[in-house]
């Protein structure tokens, strides 16, 4: 997890922590499908994304996937048309969804013994694979909701936006996206951006739109890795809050107040993210002198809390991290064999660009989190 950019250029990622790699999601091997897609959605102001003397712009959004399903496109539509009834559309799909399997399933069930056993074990399959598309396809929209109610628009295939190897994505939406998270996770999330940006607290506009060099498939990475860290985070953040809500002891409030030493079992890297260091940095940034209360309840975590936060609860979680990061970048394989003696395509881009691609990516990992919860009480997907 520890990217820097050094003399203005990127440099080659560590391996991520063990802990934030889910069980089916390799970020070193994202390779399967490339998917783009043109839905609209109302009231969100257009995404201009310029490059040099051409632009790549659009006048409604421009996400990367596309949905496959019949279910996801009727929600493209409803999202498009009837905003209002979104949500209740989403409800009515899910229970549908539901009670198809579980009909399957129970068909399965009574069948067990008979000669047609083989044949329903197999519309079972069939229908766990045809439902896993859908939900998947459901899940995007529901992000999408979350990202347009505060008025962002995900960032396009970024083969359509770079233009003689100049890459700039505008507006930046940076307070849009910070402004969905409390002061301690924002201030977590900010050291993060340092981290794998280069850039300082409190740098001025001109450090913003100061030019670097990144290979497409760094960064590639560094954006997988941010949606996994912003999905840490909401269960981390989560998890503090229902402790607050139980009421702990004062004891046990000043033993994770005080734990602000880092856990010897934390994965290479992890530490510099959560102390806010950047790679080899051994002075304390300003940030690290006021860590806030979430950090050091963070710091309490042994190995196994901080790997159950860290996982991906279901596959259909982690093929959408997978499918989304595809989509924007393109297919990983063919992003390391172009240029290979280089180490893969190399644009220029702006400092204030990749912030823009890491908090999307960060709020992406948030919004999947509570997407995730929210679709498995309906339809359960944990393990799946």
């Known amino acids: ?13 560590q391996p991520l922590p063990s802990a934030l790699k889910p069980d ?16 609209r959605l109302p009231r969100c102001r257009p995404l201009a994304v310029t490059a040099g003397p051409s632009h790549c712009e659009s006048s409604s959004l421009n996400t990367p996937l596309v949905p496959r399903s019949a279910v996801g496109k009727y929600l ?22 539901a009670d198809d399997r579980d009909s399957a399933v129970a068909r399965m069930v009574l069948s067990d ?51 003689n190897g100049r890459l700039e994505i505008w507006p930046a939406k940076d ?5 969905i998270y409390s002061y301690d996770v924002l201030e977590m999330i900010k050291e993060h951006v340092y981290a794998v940006t280069g850039l300082r607290p409190k740098s001025s506009v001109t450090d913003h739109w100061a030019t670097t060099q990144v290979c497409l498939w760094h960064l590639s990475n560094i954006y997988a890795a941010s949606i996994l860290y912003g999905y840490f985070l909401k269960s981390a953040s989560t998890r503090y809050r229902l402790e607050q809500t139980l009421s702990l002891s004062d004891s046990d409030q000043g033993i994770l107040r005080n734990s602000l030493q880092p856990s ?7 530490n510099n993210l959560v102390l806010g260091k950047r790679g080899n940095e051994t002075e304390p940034s300003p940030l690290d002198q006021t860590s806030t209360k979430l950090s050091c309840y963070m710091m309490g975590f042994d190995s196994e809390t901080l790997r159950r936060c860290a996982k991906v609860r279901s596959t259909v979680a982690t093929e959408l991290i997978e499918k989304q990061t595809i989509a924007l970048f393109g297919d990983r394989r063919s992003l390391v064999s172009t240029g290979k003696e280089m180490g893969g395509q190399v644009i220029r881009t702006s400092f204030s660009s990749l912030k823009r691609l890491v908090l999307e990516a960060v709020a992406f990992g948030s919004f999947l989190w509570d997407i995730e919860e929210h679709v498995d009480s309906v339809y359960s997907i944990r393990g799946r």
């Not at 493209?76 to 969804?97: D, G, I, P, T, Y």
Request: one cysteine or more.
């Open 175 to 179: 307070w849009e996206l910070e402004s």
């Open 264 to 270: 010897k079992t934390w994965p290479y890297g992890w």
């Open 1 to 13: 997890m520890d990217y820097c950019l050094s003399n203005h250029t990127i440099c080659a990622p």
């Open 76 to 97: 493209s539509r409803v999202l498009q048309n009837q905003r209002q009834l979104f949500h209740v559309a989403v409800s009515e799909e899910l229970k549908l969804l």
């Open 24 to 39: 089916s999601l390799r970020v070193s091997d994202l390779g399967r499908r490339i998917a783009c897609a043109r839905p």
């Open 113 to 163: 013994g008979s000669d047609e056993a083989c044949l329903h074990r197999r519309i079972v399959e069939l229908k766990e694979r045809d439902c896993r598309n859908t939900i998947e396809d459901v899940m995007y929209m529901l992000i999408l909701f979350k990202f347009s109610d505060i008025k962002v628009q995900l960032v396009p295939k970024l083969s359509r936006c770079i233009y």
